[in-house]
């Protein structure tokens, strides 16, 4: 029973243009939503959070979004960067003190 | 300052074997986490500490896995006897308290392979 989904295993983006992350939730419950990243060979870092009090969360070019209606949070990353290639893993909880229960994760690849 | 450290790296070893992987948290975080990494899904976590006592391991096949922090600090998790299925990469991370999200910095993790 996957709680936390990542539909699109990978996802190709030009550099300079605007990549968008997806993730699906299912417990209504969780009010608390993280973004990792991670590069091979190296253990996932913390990008961004959200809590379900808000609908957006900014920090320079990484945006955090949450429609809790849809039970639906996206990552906009403007611009891409070729340093941003990596596998994305989004996070839930319920909330910031709980176990969190993590999507498969995305392969985001930026094309120069 | 230092980060998580982890070891061994990488280990292969046929089915039945044991495996145990040692991981060093950050100077000071009082909560260690192990979590397993199967290629293709997210980290699930198996055992959580705070200090040296657990405080969650309710994903933790105890069949088989075994998790221990002596005095609070360093951690080892064994796997006796593995099968296919346990390889994974095995990722210890920790924070200075309790599972806030934000505050887990995760080591480079042990890449297991069972063959």
């Known amino acids: 029973d996957q709680q936390v989904k990542q539909n699109s295993p990978s996802l190709s983006v030009q550099e300079g243009r605007i990549s968008i992350l997806n993730c699906d939730y299912t417990n209504s419950m969780f009010d608390y939503f993280l973004w990792y990243k991670k590069y091979p060979a190296e253990g996932p870092t913390f990008l961004i959070s959200?809590?379900?009090i808000k609908d957006k969360n900014e920090d320079g070019r990484f945006t955090v979004f949450l429609n809790k209606s849809a039970k639906h949070l996206s990552l906009h990353i403007v611009p891409s960067q070729p340093g941003d290639s990596a596998v994305y893993f989004c996070?839930?909880?319920?909330?910031?003190?709980?176990?969190?229960?993590w999507g498969a994760g995305t392969k985001l690849i930026i094309k120069p | 300052e230092a980060g998580v450290a982890q070891s061994p790296r990488y280990k292969i070893i046929e089915k039945r074997q044991s495996v145990a992987f040692w991981c060093n948290p950050i100077s000071g975080h009082a909560t260690l986490y192990w979590y397993q990494q199967i290629l293709g899904q997210g980290p699930k976590l198996l055992i959580q500490?705070?200090?040296?006592?657990?405080?969650?391991d309710s994903q933790l096949p105890k069949d088989r896995f075994s998790a221990e922090r002596l005095k609070g600090v360093d951690s080892t998790l064994k796997i006796q006897p593995a099968k296919l299925e346990d390889s994974a990469v095995y990722l210890c991370?920790?924070?200075?308290?309790?599972?806030?999200?934000?505050?887990?910095?995760f080591g480079e993790g042990s890449w297991l392979t069972v063959v």
């Open positions: 500490f705070q200090n040296n006592g657990v405080v969650d």
């Open positions: 959200i809590s379900s």
């Open positions: 996070a839930a909880s319920l909330d910031s003190n709980y176990q969190l229960i």
């Open positions: 991370a920790s924070s200075p308290w309790a599972a806030t999200g934000n505050t887990i910095y």
